[in-house]
C-alpha cells in the first residue's frame, strides 16, 4: 500500500478506529496509520514533559497500573512507572525475583491473580516468547508488551521511531542500519517491522551466528559486513551484546566482536554525515559501541530516546485505557 | 462364549493389508486367531457377525506411544500399541518391562519398548536381552537421539544380536540443542529458539553409516523432512533394514502452524517447512514411508498451557490417527489397504507380533470402520486423558464403529 494511501486510511477514521486494539502486544499487529497515530499522540506528551513545570496530567487518576517484571529491568520499569505517575494512575510494581513465581505458581495463575486485584491495566516484561500474549488471553484489562523472550519490545521501537521523526521528520527513504545480536533481539524485531511499515529501508548487520533467518520477510536485508551496512546510512541503532553470549559460543571474544562490529568514530564517518546514532541501553562501552561515539552529541541521541520512552509509554497507556475510561468515541 | 466358538464376520468390505484393493468378503475366526479371509465357506455352526456397510480392517498397531490411554486407543481403533521407554522411570529394567505388558490385557495388548540405555541416558547399554525375555519387542532410544556414536555403534550391534530393532529419535541433539522450533520464517518472527532441519538428516546419516558396520534392523520413529526422506530411500534400495514413520501432525501442519503460540502444536521433532509437509506426502506415496503411528502424548494445562518454550511437546493422536490417515485415501496417494499396511502389517512386523493382517493364525484384532462417518475434532470432548490435538474444530471423516481384541468384542 502506498503511503499516500496509508494517510488517507488514517484520515478518515475517529475514536476507537483509530486504534482499534485492545492490548498492545506486538508491532506486527499494527497498520502503518496506527503506528503513526502513537507517535503523534506521544509527541503531546513529549512536549508536555519538556514545557510543564508541573508534568501531571490527571486522566489516569484512580486507575491501577501493574508493572508485572517477571525479567529484571532498571530503565524499562522506571520509564513505565514514571509514566503512569505522570498521568496519575495507581503505579505498583510486581518483581518476578520476589514473587511466587519462584515458588512454582504458573503465569496462568500469576495472571489471575492480578486480574482478581482489578488492574486497570497491566505492563509485562517475560523472558519467554508468547508469554505476554498468553498472560493477555487471560485477563480483563489491556495489557501493554514491554518485552517478551526474543519477539517483541513494542514500546522501544516506537520510542526509537518517535526519535527518528524528531530528527528526521519522515521515514521515507531513510536508511536505518541495525547491528548486533539480531538473533536474541525483541528490539531488532520490532524495530524491523515498525521502520519497514513506516517506510525506511531497515539493513540489519550481525555475525551470522547472531542472525536469525528470513529477516527479509520482516522487512530487513540482511548483512553480515557492517562496513557495507553503513554506507549512507541515515539512522546507525546499535544493540546491546548479552555477556551471556560474548564467551564463544556465538562469537569468539568481545574484543573480535569490538574488531568486527563495534561503531567506532571511523565506521560512523562511513554513514551520512548528519546520521543519528542510537542504542535501547544499557550499552557495553568498548564492545558494541566506543565511548567517543555514543557521547559525541552531534550524533548521539541516546539519551533522546531515554526521554521519548517516557512520552510513548504515556501514549500508550492513554490510549489503552481510553475504552474502559468512557472516553467518547472509544468505548 | 467358548475358545473354540468360530465367528465369521460377512458382508464388509475387507481390507487386507496383504492384497491391492478391498474386497468383499468374510472373515472367519477361531478363539483369538484368524482362521481364514477372503471367499470363505462359513461354517454352519459359526456364529455370523454382519458388517454390512462397513470396511473391516486388522486393529491398528501404533508404534511409539509415550502412555498407555485405553478409551483414547478404543475410540481410534489401535488394538496394540508398542508404549516408549520414556515413562516416569525409563522403561529400562525387567521388572518394569513386565509390568508394562500387562498394563492393558485383556482387551489392549501394550508392547512395551525396551530402552537402549539405562535411564535413557545415551551411556550405557541397558539390558536389552533380559528385557526381550520379559516381552520387550524392540529397542528405543526414546524421545532422545545417542549423541556418542561409539554407545550407538555398540547398541545397534548388540540389538542386531538379538534380532531387536532399534527405534531411534533422528535429530542431532548438538543441532537441535535447545531449539522448539524450525528455523524458518515462523520461528523468527515469533522469537523462538530453532535450528535448521538438516539436524533430522545429520542425525539418519550417521545411523544409516553405523548400520551399514553392524547389520541389524534400525526404524526412524518420525521422519520429518524431505533431506531424511531421501536418505531412508537410497538405504532401502542399498537392502538394509530401514524402516521410518511418520505422524498425521506432520502431513497435515507446517510450522506456520505454532503462529500465536499454539502449544498443542509444540512436536519433537519440530513441526517443519511446508516443503517438508508434502515430501512427507510424496514419501507416503511412494513406499518409503513404512508406519504411521499416533505419538500419542496426552499432555494437560499444566504442560501446556505455558509460553511456547516451557511447554512440554506432544499430541493425542490416538482418537485421530485413522480419520487423518484416511485423508491420504481420499486424496489418492495410496490404497485403503495400503494404509492399513501403515497403520497394522508394518508395524506388527518390526515389533514380530502375529498381528495387524488377515493371515491365517494372525491375532484376531478387527475393527468395523465407518470409512465415511463425519465428525468433528473437539479437544474438550475427547476419550483421551487429555485434549492436547492441534486438530480442534476440524472436519473429519472415518470411525470406528466396533472393537474386536482376540476374538473378543470390547
Known amino acids: ?331 | 462364549m467358548g475358545m473354540s466358538q468360530k465367528i465369521a464376520i460377512t458382508g464388509g468390505l475387507l481390507a487386507d493389508p496383504a492384497l491391492d484393493a478391498p474386497t468383499p468378503g468374510a472373515l472367519l475366526i477361531e478363539g483369538d486367531s484368524i482362521l481364514a479371509s477372503g471367499a470363505v465357506e462359513i461354517p454352519s455352526d459359526a456364529q455370523v457377525i454382519d458388517a454390512a456397510g462397513l470396511t473391516v480392517a486388522p486393529g491398528l498397531v501404533d508404534l511409539g506411544v509415550f502412555r498407555t490411554d485405553k478409551p483414547a486407543f478404543h475410540f481410534g481403533g489401535i488394538t496394540r500399541a508398542a508404549l516408549m521407554p520414556d515413562q516416569t522411570l525409563p522403561l529400562d529394567n525387567v521388572g518394569l518391562i513386565r509390568e508394562a505388558t500387562r498394563h492393558g490385557k485383556p482387551d489392549f495388548w501394550v508392547h512395551p519398548l525396551a530402552a537402549a540405555t539405562r535411564g535413557l541416558e545415551g551411556k550405557e547399554m541397558a539390558e536389552m536381552g533380559l528385557m526381550q525375555a520379559a516381552g520387550a519387542k524392540a529397542v528405543a532410544t526414546g524421545r532422545q537421539w545417542i549423541a556418542d556414536s561409539g554407545v550407538m555403534w555398540r547398541v545397534l550391534s548388540y540389538a542386531s544380536s538379538l534380532g531387536l530393532t532399534v527405534i531411534t529419535h533422528a535429530e542431532d541433539s548438538g543441532l537441535a540443542g535447545k531449539a522448539v522450533a524450525t528455523s524458518g520464517e515462523t520461528a523468527t518472527r515469533l522469537g523462538l529458539a530453532s535450528a535448521p532441519a538438516c539436524a533430522e538428516a545429520m542425525a539418519i546419516a550417521r545411523d544409516i553409516a553405523l548400520l551399514r558396520e553392524t547389520g541389524g534392523a534400525i526404524h526412524f520413529r518420525l521422519v520429518t523432512t524431505k533431506a531424511g526422506f531421501d536418505l531412508v530411500r537410497t538405504a532401502k534400495a542399498e537392502k538394509l533394514a530401514v524402516t521410518c514413520g511418520v505422524s498425521p501432525a506432520y502431513f497435515m501442519l507446517a510450522d506456520n502452524a505454532v503462529t500465536d503460540y499454539r502449544t498443542f502444536a509444540r512436536l519433537s521433532p519440530p513441526l517443519r517447512s511446508e516443503e517438508d509437509r508434502q515430501a512427507t506426502i510424496a514419501a507416503i506415496a511412494d513406499g518409503t514411508v513404512d508406519v504411521i503411528t499416533s505419538s500419542h502424548d496426552p499432555r494437560g494445562p499444566e504442560d501446556k498451557r505455558l509460553p511456547f518454550a516451557d511447554a512440554e511437546p506432544g499430541v493425542a493422536g490416538a482418537e485421530t490417527l485413522l480419520a487423518l490417515s484416511l485423508n491420504l485415501v481420499r486424496e489418492g496417494h495410496l490404497s485403503v489397504t495400503a494404509l492399513m499396511r501403515l497403520l497394522s502389517a508394518n508395524p506388527a512386523q518390526i515389533l514380530g507380533i502375529k498381528a495387524g493382517g488377515f493371515t491365517p493364525g494372525s491375532a484376531a484384532d478387527i475393527i468395523f470402520v465407518d470409512r465415511d462417518a463425519p465428525w468433528i475434532v473437539d479437544s474438550g470432548k475427547m476419550a483421551a486423558a487429555a485434549g492436547n490435538t492441534p486438530f480442534d474444530k476440524m472436519p473429519v471423516q472415518g470411525r470406528v464403529r466396533r472393537v474386536m481384541k482376540g476374538g473378543v468384542f470390547y
Not at chain 1, 541503532?237 to 569490538?258: K, V, W
Not at chain 1, 542510537?278 to 562501552?285: A, S, V
Request: include cysteine; charge should be negative.
Open chain 1, 1 to 331: 500500500m502506498s503511503s499516500v494511501a496509508q494517510e488517507s486510511t488514517a484520515a478518515s477514521l475517529t475514536g476507537r478506529a483509530l486504534f482499534p486494539h485492545r492490548h498492545l502486544l506486538g508491532i506486527a499487529p499494527l497498520k502503518p496509520w496506527e503506528i503513526r497515530f502513537l507517535l503523534d499522540e506521544a509527541e503531546h506528551w513529549a512536549t508536555m514533559n519538556r514545557a510543564a513545570a508541573s508534568k501531571h496530567d490527571g486522566r489516569l487518576k484512580g486507575l491501577t497500573q501493574i508493572n508485572a517484571f517477571f525479567e529484571n529491568s532498571t530503565r524499562t520499569l522506571l520509564s513505565f512507572e514514571i509514566a503512569g505517575k505522570r498521568l496519575g494512575a495507581d503505579v505498583v510494581n510486581m518483581h518476578a525475583a520476589q514473587s511466587s513465581v519462584k515458588k512454582g505458581e504458573t503465569l496462568i495463575d500469576t495472571a489471575m491473580t492480578l486480574n482478581a486485584m482489578r488492574a486497570d491495566v497491566i505492563v509485562i516484561r517475560h523472558g519467554s516468547s508468547g508469554a505476554v500474549q498468553l498472560i493477555a488471553d487471560k485477563v480483563d484489562c489491556p495489557v501493554l508488551n514491554a518485552g517478551d523472550g526474543w519477539h517483541e519490545h513494542p514500546t522501544q521501537a516506537l520510542l526509537d521511531a518517535l526519535t527518528i521523526r524528531r530528527h528526521k521528520g519522515s521515514f521515507e527513504g531513510l536508511i536505518v542500519t541495525i547491528c548486533g545480536d539480531v538473533l536474541h533481539s525483541r528490539v531488532a524485531r520490532s524495530n524491523m517491522l515498525s521502520l519497514a511499515a513506516l517506510g525506511a529501508q531497515v539493513r540489519v548487520v550481525a555475525p551470522p551466528t547472531l542472525m536469525p533467518g528470513h529477516v527479509d520477510y520482516l522487512g530487513a536485508t540482511p548483512y553480515h559486513n557492517f562496513d557495507a551496512a553503513l554506507d549512507g546510512a541515515d539512522v546507525v541503532m546499535m544493540l546491546r551484546l548479552q555477556n551471556e553470549r560474548m564467551d564463544g559460543a556465538f562469537i569468539p571474544s568481545p574484543r573480535e566482536y569490538h574488531a568486527l562490529y563495534g561503531l567506532t568514530p571511523e565506521r560512523l564517518s562511513l554513514a551520512k554525515p548528519d546520521a543519528l546514532v542510537m542504542h535501547p541501553g544499557p550499552m557495553n562501552r568498548g564492545v558494541e559501541i566506543t565511548s567517543s561515539v555514543a557521547d559525541d552529541l552531534t550524533h548521539s541521541v541516546i539519551t533522546e530516546q531515554v526521554e521519548m520512552g517516557v512520552a510513548v509509554r504515556m501514549a500508550c497507556l492513554d490510549v489503552l485505557t481510553r475504552a474502559s475510561r468512557g472516553v467518547e468515541g472509544w468505548t
